[in-house]
Structures are given as structure tokens and as C-alpha cells.
């Protein structure tokens, strides 16, 4: 077991790496390209790393599913830290290699959505063939199996290769959110910009569950960042949801919405309470009225007076 | 102050005296009849009697406002019984009267609705006159003042008058319900069957609020069994909700719900938990999965590990 | 049957009359007193009177239970207008009366909160009284059977007597709102500022049956001003909701509110749309995002489209 | 342009085609294998394909993401057909190899998690080797590159290799969904037993946009059978929603809840009414009281008649 290792989707020269060495931490861990998301968490379950960093978030080197499958099963994960990585390609070559010389061109198939544009306009005559990543795309183009790979601009030192064309990105603003996943502890204690993710099992056969679901939040005030449907493996229809919702599980009314979660659906797992990337407490919106940790207490107090008869 | 006297609508002969009857203490209490329901609920702020029984709901001798508006308003009380009575008039003449001679005929005007069917048909020609309460209309007819009387048939004596006709009720089933009213303390142990009221205020400026207050029971699988709206006096549309229950201020989906009423809305007042009339524990309807005490502990001890990073 | 004639709650004197003359139309009306809100709806559905006005929310008077009752109960009616009347009281007394002469102070009971604490303060030794009408109080105080009256300030002058105090209200801004009644016709046209009451009956077995009620309109959009509760006179815990919404039958989003209403409830009676007193069209809030009848319309587009295939 | 060709997700010997070939209609149509659920699709939008099979849900072999995107994003196609296949893989070898020879094995990547506690339990010592399909791995098996290719057992005479074992799959039941899309046109009559699925964008800057999403079908009583959240491609935070409803779009209740998504939402795309694989009408639970047909119409009639004055 090693408290200085941190894993990471790999190889070397993935975005998933830009996005860890932006973790100050970084420089004095040491960083180990992993194959895949399942392999990355195996070594932190296994004790052989402290921590991994996995794309969890419209990534565009997939990964998102496979994150999620491996937080809402397997052995218990816990989420620490998010990352958020703006994220643009350049078209990585062999130097000396122009852009009417490319007839084959790859990287991973989550990139194709993000340069797909880009390729119809300047590169129409050439075919997509997928890599295992994008770093992996850029070292079979240095081996000379393909003629051009779309990854960061980081990668080209990497392989020996060269930028053709940078900043090539058919959205605006497109980013990938990045989670440092480690064995289950303590979270780190509330900053006033925090997010907690859970996951969450419906019973199957309970049409309005889901709307429940989302009443238990709604209720106590708790806003939703984000709700993703994984299947569970368990036949057509069987869905658990992976749920990012805003505050931290010692904040009142993220705890009351947690344990009427539990309370109605048949599994609930936490999977973290971390504070939220580039956001700070002062541009957090306030929790709505009567939600706030003091309003729960005044509430407390009241109902225990009620109890007593002290009216 | 008296903690063996036991005020009540009167006066004497009423049905909210019958109701107070049934009740085992009432036979070592002494039973004062007052005018109105504030007088006899202020005898109980004030101390002159340890109790009051009033009418709540669907009453035939009035009461209703009276009783929601004493109880949202004015110095706290509890209600800590409920009694319910089934209703039916006995027409009340002076011996010797038959129907054809009765051109008047008296009873409080809350009476109107539940005899009107009955008049129509076998009185045609009477004239309604209105009474403070059945009571004192019998009484009326004992002075002469009028030719018949709609009461219990109880009141017969009391007013040396007889009942002509018994068994008079336009509605089948028609149940008055009481409430015993004393200064706020402890409520009894929960038995199983036990009912809450509470009376809420909603801020005046929020069209959902309703749909919110409501939310707070559903959500917490809290059962409604009565809401009524009361104006709070403060000018058009600003209503307070006097609802009944189902459950006990300790049972912890109540107070869960009391807690979120609490927090949103401007005043609550707990108004008593108390055993429901004519129903055992065996009858009530289990809570909803996942809204039952232990389902509660289960849910906080989960939360708490998860505070705690043992997932 | 005429048309000229109005019918109101009288006698001549009360709040409701000078409601009733604050209609313009009232000028070329003959205005019938009636003695209770049943006997003025009554006028009206037999033909005697086009119309009544009768208080139906706050009223110092009484009748609101009794408006309510007759509007869900009986052979139908509808609702054309309302009018907001501010209600202050005057203390009416014989000539030469002065404060410290008056042991006994009478009104009709629905007046008592609205003087309660001017009497404590000024009148603390007078016996209260309750008579049939704040106008019929006026008539006892000319008889010479009670000392003063509260009634409106106008009514001194019918009965020969003098005002001693006016303006006196406990609560600011008090306020009585009257509707006038006729028999069921097309509503008049939509003026941008409208209401639309409506009677709901609750199927008796099922504790959710408000909320989902409350979700037809909240899904809609529909904003609602007021719901009021009513016994349906067919036992304990057998209530109609008598509910008035923002907008007009003929208001896309209002109408398919009510068939929601219709196709959940067992009994749903529509009671209206008509303007709203005292707000222009510039006044209200523009229906919610999607709730226009223009959105209505360009959904009802893309959904027959869409059941083409023309998408 | 040929209406006698149905393009599928390739290559030959997929479990899509499998799924294709149950369609009785399949007997009299060229069956194109497409390389990628992208290219099965644009041949439909370019006319080369009448229509095509591809999985929607739970699969073993990819393609769930990428026909979601398709589905909502790119030219509109719709649903006609669902086709539900069980799955279970055979472990194909060449002829003669052993369990205990095969160091290498492969499949598409979405086929692991299926397997991979099979292969923990008898291929403990295998290496995995992600391929491009199910069937493309038997291939690559075929051509010496693997040892083994887990895959339906019917690939195994299509490229010369035997099933060592068979009947392996880690769930029980484990099945997937495919859909048979074509170019838009007026869906196939209701059958009563019926589909309709539909993509929704939210809002982004509206926490509470999910639920309400969720209560335009509940307030009508359409009960939703699968929900999955795809990102747009417009950054982090970002999603639609492929929901799948019951009832077809010609149903009442499921035309005005899509009125009502369409109302709110900024945007919403009809995907398709359809039979439900496996279902027939008498199986289907009939809709909520309140929310057939019939009760649709009544309300309508109702609301005619109450806008008339006909009450």
C-alpha cells in the first residue's frame, strides 16, 4: 500500500493527467497511468494506490459509464476532490506531415462527438479508426499506423509529434469533470461550496418512484446538479441513478434528504461530499428559506417544547 | 382554580352535554355548562376549570368557527380527547301539542341544514325561528314563546316538555365531533390510533404554499384526516389551516413533518395529540413502508456511518 | 321573474347593501332585502330576483358558510361579479347616549372579533350582546332594548340614531368581499384580471386526494387565491373545496386545470369567472412561463404534427 | 432509395441480428450488417436503408450511448419496432482448443461486465482483449489472434469456430432492447399495448426542471418506463432525457402530457409510439381512474357545457 501513489486513466499524456497535475497535491505524489477506469480503482481497493483520478463527467475519453459502474458496485468508493479541465484538441502528426496528406485519422471514440464538425470542414476525405485513448492514438501515429491523432497539445512531446492544427473543439466551453476516488473515510469537513453525490436504486415496481425520488430533495430544499440513469445488470427496466446534489452531508437538509432517500428506496450508497471546483462559499446561492442548519435546529427546538406541552 | 370541573357548551340539554357524559371522568367531575365556546374556553385559560369539551366539526349546535378560532388564536390550549356522537333530534312540543298546531318552531340555526328535508315534508306550514342553542329553544317552547323545538331527546326533561317525534336527521350518520380543551402540557403516550392537530399559517404571498404544506405530510407518508381553512383576520386571503393527522407528535414522521412545517411556514401551533375516538390500534392502517419509527432509526444510523466514511 | 330586481342580504343598513350600491347598475335596480343568504339565493332561483349579493369571504355579518353552502348545495348558481367593500364600524347609539351610560353593546356575532379589543379598551363593563344583523342590532338600539350598537356608520341614519365613535376596526385593512349571484349563463368575456371559483368534492378514501387536487391546478400554472373548506353535510370527515383560481374558464390553462379537476373528483361544480375587483389587467402577473394560451396552441401544433409524423 | 433493405448494427453473427431476424418481415429483406450504430442510422436518413435495428438499452454490445445521441441529436428518426433478446454468450474457440489452452480471449467491451465473473471462475488466467463487436472478436479468433471470443453461440458456424461452452452469462435474464428506426411518419395505430418514447432538453439555470418534468406525466396518469440522461454536448451540467412512456401518443393522457413537456421544456422531440415487445393488451394494467379516453372526453363535454353556462 502506498500513501504517495495516485492512479490515474492513463497512458501518459491523457487529459485525465493534465486534470490530476492541476490537484496541488500532485507534485509530491507519484503518478501511475492506469489502462482503464476498472483497473485505476482496483489498485486504489487493493491498497496499491491512495487515491485515483477518473473522468466521471462528458468525457471525451470515455470512462463516464465505467466510472459510474464502478462507484455505484463493487467494493465501496468514496469521491474527494472534482477536477473540471476545459478541454481542446490539437491534431497531433509526424512531423513534416501536412494537412492534404492525411487520409487515416484517429483518437478515442468519445472525441469523435467534440471534433466531428471540425473534420467534416477540413479533413472530409479522411477515415476515423478508434484508439483506446486519445494518448494511445497519438503513439500508433508515431508508429506510423495512422497518419494524424486528435489529443491534447500535451501529447505531442510525449510521442514525438507535432501540433498541425490546435484548439480544435466543435463545442463551446467544453469540459470534462474529473473525480479523485479513494478507499471510504471521513469527508473533509464543509467549506459552503460543496457537493455531495449518492446513488440511488429504485424498486421496479413503482411507476412514480423516480418523482419520489426527487421530492425527497425538492422538500428539504437540496438542489440537483445532476441525475444519471445506470443500468443495475439486473434486466430491462432495473435503473439506479448516480445523483449529484448541492451541500454537504453535514449540512441538515442534505442529511434529512439522504435519510428519506434510505428510508424508501431499497439501496442508497454514499459516495461523497467534496467542495465544488471553481466555485468559492461567497457564490454559492444561499439554501432556500428554512433550510438553512438554523432553521433545522430552531425547528428541533420547537418540536421538542411541542413534545413537552411547552406551547 | 378547580382541576375537578369540567366546562361545556351549554346550556344544560345539549348534545356537547351527552358527549361530555360518555366520557368515564366525567362522572367524578363537576360539568358547568358555559354560554359560548369562548366562555367556556376562557374558563379553562383562566383556571376555573381543568377542562372543556366543545364541538369541532359538522356540528348541529354551531361551535366550529368558534372552537378553530379560539384554538389558532388567543392564549395556547391543547386538545387532549375527542369524543364523537351521533346525532338525531327529537321535536319537542309541550305535552298535548300535535303537529298540526305547530305554527313555530326553534333550534339553533347549525341545526337548519340537518332537519330541513324532515320540515319540508311534515311541517310545511312552520315558521323557523332561530335559537342561541337547541337548549334554549326547548326552553323557549317551555316559556311558550314557541310551538316546537328540534333537540336530543334528552333535553325533553330538562324543559318538562315531550318528545313528539324522535329519530329526525336528514343525513344518515350524522356524528358531531368534540374535543376536550385544557392548558397546554405533556401529551398522553402514543396508543397506536393516535391523531395530531396542528394550525398552520401560510406566508400570503406565495400562490404554492399550500401544495407545500401539503408536500411536508405526503412526503413523510403523514396521512391527512381533516384541513380546514380559517381567515386569520388579517384581511382578505390570508388563511390559517387547522388539519388533523394521522399519527402522534412522537411518532417520528409526525415530527419530522411538524419540523418541515416549521421551517417554511411563518406559524405553526401544535395544537395535541391524542387517541382517535372509536378506533383501536388494531384498526389503523400501518404507516407506509419506510415511514415507521424503526425505518427512521435505521435511516439516521445509516446517515451517521455515512458522516462518518463507514459505507 | 324580474330582471330589474337585485335581492341582498339585508335588512336596509347592512355592509351588503352598500356593497350592493357601489355597482353602477344598482342605480336602475329595485334592491330587495332579504333576512338570510338562503332567502336572497332562493329569490334568485325561483325567479323573483335576477340577482343577490351576499358576503362570502370575511364577512362581519356572517353568511359565508351559509353563501358557501348554497352555491355547492341546491340547484346551481353562478357567480357574475365581486365587490371589496372596507368595513370599519360605528358606534351607534340613541341621542344624548354618552360611552359611560352603554351596559349593553349588541351586533351581529361575525362583528365581534373585528371590535373585540376596541370594547376591552373603551367599553370594559358592557355586556355583549348578539343580534340577527348589524342592521337589526341598529333597530334594538332605537326600540330601546340595548344601549349601542356597531354597525356601519351609514345605517344611523335609517334608524334614528347617532353615530358616537366611527372608523373602529381591530384589524387594519379590514375587508369584506361580496359576490353577486345569478342563475347559471355564459360568463362574461375574459378582461385580463378574472377569477374562476369552482366546487371540489374529495373522494372519502383516499389521504392524498388535496395534494393531487392542488397538483392539477400548480401543474397548469394555475394560481389559486383562496380555498376554503366545507362539511358536505354526509358525516365526519366529508369535505368540498370551494376554490378560487387566477384566470378565466375560457383561459387555455384554467380549463384544462378543471378537466383535471373533473376526471380525478367525483363532483366538481363550476361557480364562475368574472373580473376581479379592484385590479386592472396591467395588474396581474402574466401567467407562468408555457401557460399562456398562446403556448397551449403551439403545443397543441407540435402534438398533432408529431401523431403525423411530421417531425 | 430501397424500401426492401434493413441496415443493422454489424457485423454478420451479432446478437442485433439475431434480434432483427425475429421480425417476421425480415424473411423479405436485404439485411445490411453496418459497422456502427452512427452508420446504420444515416443510411436510413440517406434512403439507402428502409430502416434499421439497433440496441437501445442494456446491451452487450455497445451502441446505447451512441443511438441515444442519434435519437436526439442529428435529422429526426422515429421508433416503429422494440425487439427484446435474451442473452447469453457462448465461449467460441477453433476447433480443438481447450479451456486450459486459451491465454487470450475478447469481445466487444460491453460484453464484460456479463462474463466477467464467469471468467474469474474458469478463465482466471486469460488475458482480455477488447474488440469492436461480439462478432468481429470471433474473427479475430478465426484469424489465430485470440484464443477465444465470447459471442452468440450462432456466430460460431459463420466464422468456423465451435462453441466450447455455452450458456454463460452473469445475470439472470439478462437481456437487451433494440429498436427498429425509420424516417418519420404517422406512428401504427394504438394497439393497447403501447410505447412512446420521447427526448426532453431541460433548462439549464432550473434546479427544480426534473421534477416537473416528472409530474406533467404523473398528473395524468402516464406511468414512465425507462429514463436515461445523456449530456447535450453543450458542457458540464448539461442534459436530455430519452424517456419512455406508456401509451401511445394518440392516447389522450400521453398527448396532453407531451403538451405539457412541450409547454415547459425548450425543447422536446417525438421518438416514436410503438407495440411493446412482449406484451399484449389484456397484460397491459389499465390506465389510472380518471385518465382513459372516455374520461378525457367527458371532461371535455364538461367543460364545454360550464364555459356555456350549461351547469
Redesign the interface.
Known sequence: MSATRYAYLGPEGTFTEVALRTLPEAATRELVPMLSVPAALDAVRSGEAAAALVPI??SVEGGI?ATL?ELTGGE?L?IYREV?LSITFALLVRPGTKLQDIKTVTAHPAAQ??VRNWMAAHLPQAAWE?A?SNADGARLVQEGRYDAAFAGEFAAAIYGLEPLVTEIH????????FVLVGR????SAPTGADKTSVAIWLGDDH??A???L???F???GV???????R?T?????N?CFAVDA?GH??DRRV??A???L???CPK???LGSYPRAGVSADEVTPPR???SDT??T???D??AR??????
Open positions: 463527467e462528458n459509464s459502474d465501496p468514496m473540471l462527438p467534440q478508434s483506446a466543435d463545442a463551446e466551453n467544453a469540459q470534462t469533470r471510504p473515510a471521513r469527508p411507476p412514480g423516480l418523482l419520489e426527487l421530492q425527497e425538492a422538500v428539504r438542489n440537483l446538479m445532476l441525475i444519471q440513469s443500468p445488470g439486473e434486466g430491462i427496466g435503473y448541492e452531508i453535514a442529511g434529512e439522504l435519510m428519506g434510505k428510508r424508501i442508497v450508497r454514499f428559506a428554512g433550510t432553521a433545522f430552531e425547528a428541533s420547537w418540536l411541542s413534545q413537552d406541552g411547552r406551547i
